[in-house]
């Protein structure tokens, strides 16, 4: 078996500070630090999704997509990293006002996590903000319906789902 190359150690030892950083809550020196390795490695999605997830925490909104477009062109990512990578994309096209790239980022999304309530959630506010609120109104009932564990909406559970389907219905 291959050994890591020094290289490769120095990339996972100078990611895992960086994000630990984060994580202390120092995302400010974390971005620092990620932007040299993102320079350093500008094909490595793990580098670019972590990049972007700092500056999201940043508030820096609009420096994060093209991290986040890097790290989810491709593969190269874990299903959690990517399944990270693609809602903050989505969710960041939303801030940004970018609501048909949002829409069409979280369609992707859910079709790969399909059963994943957060990405649906964040694609019901994106179908929101394009001005489909039938089809976001639907996404939320059907949701709710099927995750909710509030006695009432358990009990109405049948009825919920019915009208998710055909919200116009009076019976």
């Known amino acids: 078996m291959d050994e890591p190359d020094r290289d490769e150690l120095d990339r996972e030892e100078l990611l895992a500070a960086a994000v630990r950083l984060r994580g202390q809550g120092d ?15 500008p094909d490595d999605p793990e580098v670019a999704y972590q990049t972007a997830w700092t500056h999201d925490v940043l508030g820096r909104e609009a420096e994060a997509v093209p991290f986040y477009e890097r790290a989810v062109r491709g593969g190269g990512l874990s299903a959690e990293d990517r399944h990270g990578a693609l809602l903050g994309l989505g969710s960041t096209y939303r801030v940004l006002g970018r609501y048909p790239e949002a829409v069409d980022t979280l ?8 059963d994943d309530g957060a990405l649906r959630t964040f ?23 099927a995750t909710s564990e509030d006695p009432g909406v358990r009990r109405y559970r049948r009825a919920i789902e019915e009208y998710a389907r055909d919200l116009d219905a009076t019976v």
């Open 27 to 41: 995302p400010g020196q974390a971005r620092l630090r990620l932007l040299e390795l993102a320079d350093r490695y």
């Open 107 to 114: 369609r992707r999304a859910v079709a790969e996590f399909p």
């Open 123 to 145: 694609l019901a506010m994106a179908l929101y903000n394009t001005g489909r609120h039938e089809e976001a109104m639907r996404l939320t009932l059907t949701l709710l319906a």
